[in-house]
């Protein structure tokens, strides 16, 4: 199956140039968005496997993603911290060669389909996902309900259920789970 691409970049020319190097049998490239204006409910209705979008447009990953299967890519033609760079699960420099910025996407959708298995394979809900994030984070449960606005119960559920889907029972390995699954960021675990 095709991994859809969809390229987020204001400048037509650097998109028509990303368009024909990503041009592969492997991807199928989504009509490219020139703003980041709206840019969560056009991921939702366009669904991409993987966003390649400039940085300085919108760099918070978390955001983008929220539970979303995506992988996110920072375009760069221009300087941008390493600490931002750090959020996104690959970056590619214009000045890079035609091959070299394939085979980064290439490797990057190679990673997002062993992960859709990962994820597949115990499909947490929306809420279950917003629950293990806070337990990522070092919430407690009574934390944690608050923060949701649900009853400790509700939580003590949804951990369970979690426990059961993922077969992780410790809040590090919890944790390790998020962070390998783009959840989270390092910068948010305690």
């Known amino acids: 199956m095709k991994r859809r691409v969809l390229i987020v970049e204001p400048s037509e020319v650097i998109v028509e140039g990303l368009v024909a190097t990503l041009n592969n049998a492997e991807l199928k490239i989504l009509k490219p968005e020139y703003s980041a204006d709206d840019l969560a409910n056009r991921i939702d209705v366009l669904k991409p496997d993987i966003l390649i979008i400039n940085p300085t447009l919108n760099d918070n990953v978390n955001e983008l993603r929220n539970g979303r ?24 420099d214009i000045r890079d060669t035609r091959q070299s910025i394939l085979q980064t996407v290439l490797d990057i959708s190679a990673k997002t389909s062993a992960s859709d298995a990962t994820i597949s394979n115990h499909e947490l809900t929306k809420r279950e996902t917003a629950v293990l994030v806070e337990v990522a984070k070092g919430l407690s449960n009574k934390e ?10 509700t939580v003590t559920t949804h951990r369970k259920n979690i426990v059961r889907k993922t077969g992780i029972k410790s809040v590090a390995g919890l944790t390790v789970y998020a962070l390998l699954n783009n959840l989270i960021d390092e910068d948010t675990v305690i």
């Open 69 to 92: 299967n995506m992988a996110v890519v920072a375009l760069l033609y221009q300087y941008v911290k390493q600490s931002r760079l750090r959020r996104f699960d690959g970056v590619i």
């Open 144 to 153: 944690i309900a608050a923060r949701l606005n649900v009853s400790i119960f």
